[in-house]
């Protein structure tokens, strides 16, 4: 059997001994689109020990620190090139009062965190600790605000807070808490998942809210929002349905949250012990994302189809068990080769629907769900690179890259299904993504998530010439191996040597359990 697919594509080889043969052909010449670099934005939620513990831990902390934000994570943060950051929450955002979180730290209101874990916080991270740090970071904010449990003049004088630079009264406020000149603010939420923790309301009746509430998110001083509806869960496509139909072109922006195991309730395994079956259906269910995108998107398409309100899939990733030991509700867990993969396949995905896909936000930055950096939970001071912030690192060059359609061929396989693919899912064992980059240069990414079978992948540039060529890996001997406090080191990328060129064809050998991400030029 030989079948071929475009772009997300499989055919089917006989499986060889030794190497497996794979065909990827990247059509250099047809791409049009750009790869929005919001696509490899970052989420922080009031959470576990997400901001306090992770990015904050105060400028009195014995752990070193730069005006109270973990310097450690700072720098590798800024090391990231994060384009956007997502936050209060989550859920948390539907109860954040944002002016409890300014002012003299001392005089700010303790809250109880009800979402998650019942933890007492004391705001000392809040609008200004948030925004400033975007500036250090250098990404852009994104504000998500509270419909659930707040109100119309409260999300109002917050926009007006944080970017009116006139006589006005929160930008007077603003000023007498030390900040003069008034930040940019893009990307505002109009609520967070409306439809459960954010309100537990109808589409119909959020969409009157939306409405309602986004007309006073007023644009000061040149400040222009880009103002984003709480969109659906997975496949509920009646949410979009009515979100479009009721709000239609009053929303820039339409959210979606997808995570690869869904989770509020139940055992969904543990983020480093499972079995090679749980690991395929993993890679499977990660990859229904695109089934989720492209339905969303055909919705979207029926009433906008120029595209111009964007798919914002602001929450997503892995969520598996939190750590034995760690404090319930706070969602700690490790991060393994297995999440790279995970991290990889769904990058590509959307890159492949760029024309639709104007933001994605993995869950979470710090500490939480399928997080970049692990911070030790008993205040050492130590911290570790996951393997997913390994592979955002080396996609950077992804970010505002011209995306190229290609083709893949390789062997597939069949992998466990559940109550959403009763007869399970066909995976192919090797995906690819390619994107021309301003200076010319392809970068080309290569994942080879069969356990046991090397790739030999020949790859031909459709209308370029390909001259020179470099690239990393990121590898392991088990697909469960993770960075810890003792190994951080365990997973991280290296060169790589086997990419040659002849005659214009490449041919890479990548071996089981691996990522390469190639420059071609
Ligand atoms: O990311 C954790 C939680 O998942 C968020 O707070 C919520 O929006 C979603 O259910």
Redesign the pocket.
């Known amino acids: 059997m030989k079948r071929i697919f475009t772009a997300i594509t499989i055919a089917a080889f006989s499986m060889t001994a030794m190497a497996d043969n794979a065909k990827v052909t990247v059509h250099v010449n047809q791409g049009s689109q750009k790869i929005h670099k919001e696509i490899y934005g970052q ?1 922080a ?1 009031h ?1 576990g020990s997400c901001i306090y513990g992770g990015l904050w831990v105060g400028e009195n902390s014995q752990i070193p620190n730069i005006n109270g934000y973990r310097k450690d994570v700072f720098e590798a943060l800024k090391a990231l090139q994060i384009p956007v950051l997502r936050w209060p ?4 955002a539907d109860e954040y009062h944002w002016m409890d979180g300014i002012g003299p730290k001392d005089k700010r209101p303790k809250m109880q965190n009800n ?2 874990g019942g933890t007492i916080e004391d705001n000392s991270f809040g609008t200004h600790e948030f925004l400033n740090l975007c500036e250090m970071l250098g990404c852009e904010p994104y504000i998500s605000g509270n419909v659930g449990s707040g109100t119309v003049e409260e999300l109002a004088k917050w926009v007006e807070y944080m970017t009116s630079d006139g006589d006005t009264p929160m930008a007077k406020l603003r000023r007498q808490n030390g900040r003069d000149k008034a930040w940019k603010v893009k990307f505002l939420g109009v609520g ?2 409306s439809w ?3 309100g537990n309301m109808r589409p119909e009746y959020y969409s009157d809210l939306y409405r309602r509430y986004s007309v006073y998110c007023r644009n000061y001083d040149g400040n222009n929002l880009y103002k984003i509806a709480s969109g659906a ?1 997975d496949y509920d496509w009646n949410w979009t349905n009515v979100l479009m139909d009721r709000v239609g072109h009053r929303m820039n922006g339409l959210s979606l ?1 997808y ?1 690869t195991v869904t989770g ?1 309730s139940g055992s969904k395994g543990a983020a480093t012990k499972f079995t090679d079956d749980d690991y395929y259906w993993t890679i499977g269910k990660c990859l229904e994302i695109e089934d989720v995108v492209n339905k969303h998107a055909e919705i979207m398409d029926r009433k906008d189809p120029k595209k111009q309100i964007g798919l914002l899939v602001d ?1 997503w990733g892995t ?1 598996w068990d939190e750590e034995p030991g760690t404090i319930p509700g706070h ?1 700690y867990q490790q991060n393994a080769m297995r999440d790279a993969f995970v991290a990889a396949l769904s990058l590509n995905v959307f890159h492949r629907h760029c024309d639709r896909v104007r933001m994605a936000n993995i ?2 930055v710090v500490n ?2 399928q997080s970049m950096i692990l911070t030790d939970q008993k205040g050492t001071g130590h911290m570790v690179l996951t393997p997913t912030y390994h592979v955002f690192e080396m996609y950077k060059g992804f970010q505002e890259a011209t995306y190229l359609p290609l083709d893949v061929q390789c062997t597939t396989k069949m992998a466990r299904g559940d109550s959403h693919a009763k007869d399970g899912r066909e995976i192919s064992m090797l995906y690819s993504s390619a994107a021309k980059k301003a200076d010319g240069s392809i970068i080309l990414s290569l994942s080879n998530v069969s356990l046991t079978e090397p790739q030999e992948v020949e790859i031909t540039l459709e209308g370029a010439q390909a001259k020179a060529v470099s690239g990393r890996i990121l590898t392991c001997d088990n697909v469960a191996d993770y960075n810890d406090f003792e190994n951080p080191d365990r997973i991280r990328p290296v060169n790589f040597k086997d990419a040659k060129l002849k005659k214009g064809v490449l041919t890479v050998k990548v071996p089981a359990r691996s990522i390469v991400v190639l420059d071609v030029k």
């Open positions: 989420f939620e959470l929450g989550g859920c948390f979402n998650w967070n998942e459960g923790c954010g869960s949250h995570y509020w929450e969520w969602l869950a979470q939480v769900l």
